[in-house]
């Protein structure tokens, strides 16, 4: 008989590192409508999880208040989490895509129980069949990454394939800037791709990421831009923000190309005054990979992230895009509380990833 509890971890109190704690909280409910029970099998560990376990994350300003329910009622426990990797279970009656015993990545909803357990309820929008060249630990490295910025780079910046045009990307040694970079180059084919990192090994895997070009941004960013040597037909009209938008903003805006576009995924206070963000006629957009589930879909095309993850999965099945997972660590509770604090020293490349194996989540 199946257990009616499962291993999870989580926090009762939102706070330091420490706070983290494996628990046996209740199975997730019967899955309805678009929603599948999937079998956890490998979780990955992204920035969002050190602001939201932190009690500190704000790109939705409400959203401490969406997830009070999860404190507030049975188990009082919040499962932190959003990457993931597994096995489907079971499916809801709406479900069209994917039906028991599929391996699958996805994204699980921002608002609700996360995937640092056993199981997990995700809604099959956010889903793709897990590329079958991967394992689970490299598969769930990848769903918010290059969900993320493949949103950034094609919805809200609109940079068409093939486009005679250059990218700045801040930061691209890190596991969003290293994604970026490889659809850049190897999915829309831009000739120029400009990174930032400052240390070799970062330096070096951005290289090998897709940057045709990196700049150290513990340096000055517009002088060294300035002496790159780049062809003049090729304008730089993108920059992509991974990294503190308010100190980047302004010099960005001094190096694009007059009609250029500024996407930023980084919440922060920042004024534009006194840049040339106008005089430029720059576009300043944000992208939050969130924001379709969280509004209700109003104004969204509902499938487009199944969509991109199956493109992906055939895309990293032909080679055409690499896996950036560059550390594995076990999936418990000491092992999710290393990888939050990797992150927070902030000094990892590419991506960490964590797989299920005996005594997982405990």
């Given at each position: 008989?199946?257990?009616?509890?499962?291993?999870?971890?989580?926090?009762t109190?939102?706070?330091?590192?420490?706070?983290?704690?494996?628990?046996?909280?209740?199975?997730?409910?019967?899955?309805?409508?678009?929603?599948?029970?999937?079998?956890?099998?490998?979780?990955?560990?992204?920035?969002?999880?050190?602001?939201?376990?932190?009690?500190?994350?704000d790109?939705?300003?409400?959203y401490?208040?969406?997830?009070?329910p999860?404190?507030?009622?049975?188990?009082?426990?919040?499962?932190?989490?959003?990457?993931?990797?597994?096995?489907?279970?079971?499916?809801?009656?709406?479900?069209?895509?994917?039906?028991?015993?599929?391996?699958?990545?996805?994204?699980?909803?921002?608002?609700?129980?996360?995937?640092?357990?056993?199981?997990?309820?995700?809604?099959?929008?956010?889903?793709?069949?897990?590329?079958?060249?991967?394992?689970?630990?490299?598969?769930?490295?990848?769903?918010?990454?290059?969900?993320?910025?493949?949103?950034?780079?094609?919805?809200?910046?609109?940079?068409k394939?093939?486009?005679?045009?250059?990218?700045?990307?801040?930061?691209?040694?890190?596991?969003?800037?290293?994604?970026?970079?490889?659809?850049?180059?190897?999915?829309?084919?831009?000739?120029?791709?400009?990174?930032?990192?400052?240390?070799?090994?970062?330096?070096?895997?951005?290289k090998?990421?897709?940057?045709?070009?990196?700049?150290?941004?513990?340096?000055?960013?517009?002088?060294?831009?300035h002496?790159?040597?780049?062809?003049?037909?090729?304008?730089?009209?993108?920059?992509?923000?991974?990294?503190?938008?308010?100190?980047?903003l302004?010099?960005?805006?001094?190096?694009?190309?007059?009609?250029?576009?500024?996407?930023?995924?980084?919440?922060?206070?920042?004024?534009?005054?006194?840049?040339?963000?106008?005089?430029?006629?720059?576009?300043?957009?944000?992208c939050?990979?969130?924001?379709?589930?969280?509004?209700?879909?109003?104004?969204?095309?509902?499938?487009?992230?199944?969509?991109?993850?199956?493109?992906?999965?055939?895309?990293?099945?032909?080679?055409?895009?690499?896996?950036?997972?560059?550390?594995?660590l076990?999936?418990?509770?000491?092992?999710?509380?290393?990888?939050?604090?990797?992150?927070?020293?902030?000094?990892?490349v590419?991506?960490?990833a964590?797989?299920?194996?005996?005594?997982?989540?405990?």
């Amino acid at each position: 008989m199946t257990s009616s509890t499962m291993k999870a971890v989580g926090v009762t109190e939102y706070g330091p590192i420490e706070n983290l704690q494996p628990r046996e909280v209740p199975r997730p409910p019967k899955p309805t409508g678009r929603q599948m029970l999937v079998q956890v099998k490998a979780i990955s560990v992204n920035p969002i999880d050190i602001k939201v376990r932190g009690g500190v994350y704000d790109d939705p300003p409400d959203y401490y208040e969406r997830v009070k329910p999860l404190m507030e009622e049975s188990p009082h426990f919040h499962i932190i989490g959003y990457d993931g990797a597994g096995i489907v279970l079971e499916t809801g009656p709406d479900v069209k895509y994917f039906q028991p015993g599929d391996e699958v990545y996805y994204l699980a909803p921002p608002s609700r129980q996360g995937t640092y357990a056993e199981e997990v309820i995700v809604d099959e929008r956010h889903v793709g069949h897990k590329p079958k060249s991967l394992d689970f630990v490299q598969a769930a490295a990848m769903p918010l990454t290059y969900g993320t910025a493949y949103e950034s780079l094609v919805d809200r910046l609109e940079i068409k394939e093939g486009e005679k045009a250059g990218i700045l990307i801040i930061n691209g040694g890190g596991g969003m800037g290293s994604v970026a970079s490889q659809i850049a180059r190897h999915v829309l084919k831009l000739p120029v791709v400009i990174t930032t990192a400052s240390r070799p090994e970062t330096v070096e895997f951005s290289k090998k990421m897709g940057a045709t070009h990196v700049l150290n941004h513990r340096q000055d960013i517009v002088k060294q831009f300035h002496e790159l040597d780049l062809p003049a037909d090729v304008p730089l009209k993108y920059a992509f923000l991974t990294s503190r938008t308010e100190q980047y903003l302004a010099p960005i805006a001094d190096i694009l190309a007059p009609f250029g576009k500024v996407c930023s995924i980084v919440q922060a206070r920042f004024d534009m005054y006194g840049s040339q963000m106008m005089s430029k006629s720059l576009a300043f957009v944000w992208c939050w990979i969130g924001t379709g589930p969280y509004h209700g879909y109003y104004n969204d095309h509902q499938e487009k992230h199944h969509d991109w993850y199956e493109d992906l999965s055939r895309r990293v099945d032909r080679g055409e895009v690499q896996c950036h997972l560059m550390r594995r660590l076990r999936a418990t509770a000491e092992g999710i509380r290393e990888a939050h604090g990797l992150i927070e020293e902030g000094k990892m490349v590419g991506k960490l990833a964590l797989g299920v194996d005996e005594g997982a989540f405990a």
